[in-house]
């Protein structure tokens, strides 16, 4: 991969400031760049929470800029009605991956042909945001955050609440004890034929294991 890829949020992703928020500072040392259109952002902010930081705000405060619309979504016929211009929005931008919160609402026929593969948040930033990232994540959550004010260390223990695989991929960086999740492991993680960490197109469906091709597990 010699090239930044771009990833697609949905717009239940870019509702949760923190996941957001990896996502977003992930750009500086891991190898991907998250970005969203305006349909999608549109959606995020009727999910937002009234005095947090509106989608738009968080767009141009990382330098992002929004991507094009993409057409005819009623063409995704496998996939939710709702989730079609999604779909469509990441196709337009040139995305990988969608990474959402539910990736069982795009089909598997819709997502192989655009070569795009549909991601759990949770599973996607344990594979594929550096250790530098995380760590400044950690940081600047420490920065924000001044009542009540929270060491690093609990503010790491604190994300395996909602974040259990990125908190356990990065688990020695401080020397706590993770906190219990608040959510059960989704039934799908991941759905479509590009393999999550080299990027390759596989024949079928059942050639990846938790998103990674035979080469990468």
């Avoid at 738009?56 to 993409?70: C, D, I, K, N, Y």
């Avoid at 057409?71 to 996939?79: G, K, L, N, S």
């Avoid at 760590?135 to 924000?144: C, D, K, T, V």
Wanted: a negative charge; hydrophobic letters at 45%; charged letters at 25%.
């Amino acid at each position: 991969m010699n090239e930044r890829t771009l990833v697609f949020l949905d717009a239940n992703v870019i509702a949760k400031p923190v996941t957001r928020t990896f996502l977003m500072v992930a750009r500086l040392h891991s190898d991907f760049t998250a970005v969203w259109s305006l349909r999608a952002e549109q959606q995020a902010a009727l999910h937002m929470r009234p005095r947090a930081m509106a989608p738009s705000a968080v767009r141009e405060a990382h330098g992002s800029e929004l991507t094009p619309a993409g057409q005819d979504p009623e063409r995704f016929a496998a996939t939710k009605a709702s989730d079609r211009v999604i779909l469509a929005d990441c196709e337009a931008a040139g995305a990988r991956f969608l990474v959402t919160e539910d990736v069982d609402d795009f089909g598997h026929e819709d997502l192989a042909g655009v070569g795009i593969s549909a991601v759990n948040f949770d599973l996607f930033l344990a594979e594929r945001m550096a250790r530098e990232s995380y760590a400044y994540a950690i940081e600047l959550f420490g920065e924000r955050q001044s009542t009540p004010r929270r060491t690093p260390e609990q503010i790491h223990a604190a994300t395996a609440r909602q974040h259990p695989l990125p908190f356990a991929a990065h688990a020695d960086l401080f020397d706590v004890e993770r906190a219990r999740s608040v959510h059960e492991r989704p039934a799908v993680m991941f759905r479509g034929l590009r393999c999550l960490r080299c990027e390759t197109v596989v024949a079928a469906e059942g050639d990846l294991v938790e998103g990674l091709c035979v080469e990468c597990q």
